[in-house]
């Protein structure tokens, strides 16, 4: 082999090398994008995702500007500290503390929560306003005075229970899209999707201590003539 003939095919070498370092580090970088790409997809859809995945599935909806309107219009007498059990977006939460309730808002979705804050403080609402990541059946919402909900039908029998245990005699809870099943509701606001249903506290309440007594009397019956 001559001399010239090595040299070339040292640079033929050396080219070939470096064609393959080029590819591979683009087959690298290429790789890194596309997980970087999955990862924060991955990211931003899950919390919308997981929800639906759940035994009961609570959906974001956002509410419509006339059921916000019914709702602040069936609260109007009342005042206080204010509950939305699924805040979605924070529009309900938000609009009852411009009307000067204290309010707070439970919602699973973190994208959904920060949002929520940071349109509080665009909206100059965020010292009256309060948003938390949070499972709605780990929270107790004994200390609310004010409770709205947009449920789905498979938890409101669920919900119904919850809140008529924890809830004080003088609380009202607003339930939007779906009444509850068992409650009497003491009026109603708005039509078709934009209905909402005004509950009393003491009247859920004292239903739920007559059901309990009448259980109670059935059972102690059934044991005396059990013993009889």
Same mark, same amino acid.
């Given at each position: 082999?001559?001399?010239?003939?090595?040299?070339?095919?040292?640079?033929?070498?050396?080219?070939?090398?470096?064609?393959?370092?080029?590819?591979?580090?683009?087959?690298?970088?290429?790789?890194?994008?596309?997980?970087? =790409? /999955?990862?924060?997809?991955?990211?931003?859809?899950?919390? #919308?995702?997981?929800?639906?995945?759940?035994?009961?599935?609570?959906? #974001?909806?956002?509410? !419509?500007?006339?059921?916000?309107?019914?709702?602040? =219009?069936?609260?109007?007498? $009342?005042?206080?500290? /204010?509950?939305?059990?699924?805040?979605?977006? *924070?529009? +309900?939460? +938000?609009?009852?503390?411009?009307?000067?309730?204290?309010?707070?808002?439970?919602?699973?979705?973190?994208?959904?929560?920060?949002? =929520?804050?940071? %349109?509080?403080?665009?909206? *100059?609402?965020?010292?009256?306003?309060?948003?938390?990541?949070?499972? &709605?059946?780990?929270?107790? #919402?004994? @200390?609310?005075?004010?409770?709205? +909900?947009? *449920?789905?039908?498979?938890?409101?029998?669920?919900?119904?229970?919850?809140?008529?245990?924890? &809830?004080? =005699?003088?609380?009202?809870?607003?339930?939007? $899209?779906?009444? #509850?099943? !068992?409650?009497?509701?003491?009026? !109603?606001?708005?039509?078709? +999707?934009?209905?909402?249903?005004?509950?009393?506290?003491?009247?859920?309440?004292?239903?739920?201590?007559?059901?309990?007594?009448? %259980?109670?009397?059935?059972?102690?019956?059934?044991? @005396?003539?059990?013993?009889?």
């Amino acid at each position: 082999m001559s001399q010239e003939t090595f040299f070339l095919d040292s640079g033929q070498n050396k080219g070939a090398v470096t064609e393959r370092k080029s590819r591979n580090r683009l087959g690298l970088v290429i790789t890194g994008v596309v997980g970087g =790409s /999955l990862v924060a997809l991955y990211a931003v859809t899950a919390p #919308f995702v997981t929800p639906a995945l759940r035994k009961i599935c609570l959906p #974001f909806v956002p509410a !419509t500007t006339a059921q916000v309107e019914n709702v602040l =219009s069936v609260l109007r007498p $009342r005042a206080g500290t /204010l509950v939305d059990i699924g805040s979605g977006d *924070g529009r +309900i939460v +938000i609009a009852a503390a411009k009307r000067g309730f204290v309010a707070s808002g439970f919602e699973l979705n973190p994208w959904l929560v920060w949002y =929520s804050r940071y %349109k509080a403080w665009r909206e *100059g609402v965020h010292r009256s306003t309060s948003f938390h990541i949070s499972d &709605l059946w780990k929270v107790s #919402f004994a @200390q609310y005075s004010n409770v709205v +909900i947009f *449920g789905v039908p498979q938890m409101m029998d669920q919900l119904e229970l919850k809140l008529a245990n924890e &809830l004080a =005699s003088t609380a009202k809870v607003v339930a939007c $899209r779906f009444p #509850f099943p !068992t409650w009497v509701p003491e009026h !109603t606001a708005g039509e078709g +999707i934009d209905t909402v249903w005004v509950y009393d506290a003491n009247t859920f309440k004292s239903h739920l201590r007559h059901g309990t007594a009448t %259980k109670t009397t059935a059972e102690q019956k059934d044991t @005396q003539d059990s013993h009889s």
